[in-house]
């Protein structure tokens, strides 16, 4: 209370000397320089003034405080912020806006490495690639383990009949050693190339096998293409060792029998298997 009184005093002292400074201005000068002559009662103006001297230097200071800390609290709030902020957003970026480094991370340590066998693997196709690729004319050449081709005029097919069952073909003549064009024309006297061909005899299929010659190589489907030709060709090479690269009492054998072909110690005097060689090899055996 004190200080307040004391306040309330010295600001209406203050705004006297005021209104007399605007009402006049030469009163406030003489005043002045009556003051300077009675120096004791200046003395005690100031020791009665300056307690609100102090008070007044006292108060603005308190006041900023308050302003600093009570009326301005959004600017600690946004230091705060400002340094809390970055470090957070910087974590948050890393972990949730930022899966894929992760995930390929992770891809990178677990993927499991090629194992040596299947590189193996595929250096080899690919060399086979590039090589069928530099010599085109060796893919499907088939092996012709007995010579056949240069010791026999092997007749060729009909055009119309020319690519069919072709992978079949290669794939067997590799396998047995037989002559591609060999397989074509059997088929092509055989069936002409109709899997579905049965003979008064019950052959069948594209190489007419015997009922007894599919039970005997274990054949489950006469009429498919792939199993009548291994079966066919299979039977026509085990014929051909038998008699030692012959050609001709190998396809006697594969048309009337190997039994008939031991009893006439040769071609038997059939007709149609007599037909048969000439049609494949264009040789009359019948003289």
Known sequence: MVVGNIVKEVLAYKKGQFQQKLSSPEAFVSSRFQEKLQSEPMKETKATTQPAKVEDMSQPVQSTKIEAVVN??????????????????????????????????????????????????????????????RFPETKNEAVDTWGLTKKYNIQKIRSSNEGKYEDIIGRVSR?????KTLIQKMIEVESDFNPKTVS?????????LMPANVKEMGIKNPFSPAESIE??????????KKNNG??????????????????????????????????????????
């Open 72 to 133: 301005k609290p959004e600017a600690s709030i946004h230091k705060v912020e400002e340094v809390s902020k970055p470090v957070q957003s910087t974590k948050i970026e890393a972990v949730v806006n930022k899966p894929e480094a992760s995930i390929h991370k992770v891809e990178e340590v677990s993927k499991p490495e090629e194992k040596p066998e299947t590189k193996k693997v595929d250096d080899v196709q690919v060399a086979q690639k590039e090589f069928e690729r």
């Open 200 to 208: 008064h005899a019950g052959a069948m299929g594209l190489m007419q």
């Open 175 to 179: 396998t047995y050693g037989i002559p």
């Open 246 to 287: 012959d050609l001709v009492l190998a396809l006697a054998s594969y048309n009337a029998g190997p039994g008939n072909v031991r009893k006439y110690g040769g071609v038997p005097p059939f007709k149609e298997t007599q037909g048969y060689i000439k049609k494949i090899l264009n040789i009359d055996v019948s003289k």
């Open 231 to 240: 079966g066919g060709v299979k039977e026509l090479s085990g014929y051909l």
